[in-house]
């Protein structure tokens, strides 16, 4: 969740204080697994890599990319290209990947590693994942590109910057490797169009139920094997002319919820 600092009033501070007593008891995935589903199912992050027309600076650039089996973040590079140039001098890099780019408090991953040109022996998985991922890539069989692939050293993340939910961690590569990509996410998509579309009302009714705050809406953003990430603000008709301003949206994590006929179960 990302509830907004800076409370205006008691009675946002009590709301806020609700939500954040929801959001430590929610189950999630592991932190690692969340990490390798998001990183996983991403296709484009930042590089940077260490900069030779600058000697000592860092460069950054935005590239596509696609996992391996292994989480390796597999990149298809042109060899004009200046990162390209950087990495073949120093394959020293970090990839960093914005589970929503618009939202500084949501999960943020940094991947430390090298990027080296993939084996021969390793050409056509590596292809056929990165086709699968990015699948009208044709570019990348020109005779320029070179496919490389980022070992991870460590890979850190963080999501709740500036909250009371703010989380943080680091993990090796070989914690990594054994974390499992969680089956469900790659449904979101399908998922949550179909419930904010069609069961707006139901999305906002759990929300309420499961947290006793009134909201004004709930929009389901993204769905794991334990439950859903929703968006939410407090209904007005729950707050008073001395509650201060309409309070930001602000995300929850829900748990499990199984539909059978009208009646909606929390597992």
């Known amino acids: 969740m990302a509830a907004t600092q800076g409370s205006s ?47 000592g600076y860092p460069s950054g650039s935005m590239v596509d990319f696609a996992c391996d089996a292994y989480g390796s973040p597999i990149l298809a590079l042109s060899n004009l290209a200046l990162h390209t140039k950087d990495l073949l001098a120093n394959p020293k890099c970090s990839l960093l990947v914005a589970k929503d780019p618009d939202d ?95 069961h707006a009302g139901e999305t906002k009714l759990i929300v309420q139920h499961s947290t006793s705050v009134l909201v004004e809406f709930a929009y389901m953003l993204d769905v794991d094997s334990l439950g859903f990430n929703v968006k939410g603000r407090e209904d007005a008709d729950n707050r008073n002319a001395s509650s201060g301003p309409k309070p930001s949206p602000s995300k929850l994590k829900i748990g499990l919820v199984i539909y059978k006929t009208d009646t909606a179960l929390s597992v």
């Open 9 to 55: 009033s008691p009675h946002v501070d009590a709301v806020l204080d609700v939500i954040q007593a929801h959001q430590e008891k929610a189950t999630r995935l592991p932190p690692v697994e969340e990490v390798r589903t998001l990183l996983h199912y991403s296709l484009r992050g930042i590089l940077s890599t260490f900069s030779q027309k600058h000697e």
């Open 104 to 198: 500084r408090t949501d999960l943020v991953i940094t991947v430390h590693g090298d990027a080296l040109p993939v084996a021969e022996s390793n050409m056509e998985a590596s292809r056929t994942a990165y086709m699968t991922r990015h699948p009208d890539a044709f570019w990348v069989d020109f005779g320029d590109f070179q496919f490389l692939r980022l070992e991870p050293k460590v890979i850190r993340c963080v999501s709740g910057v500036a909250t009371a939910t703010l989380r943080s961690g680091e993990f090796s590569n070989e914690e990594f490797r054994a974390a499992k990509v969680d089956p469900i996410y790659q449904f979101s998509k399908p998922i949550t169009s179909h419930m904010n579309k069609d």
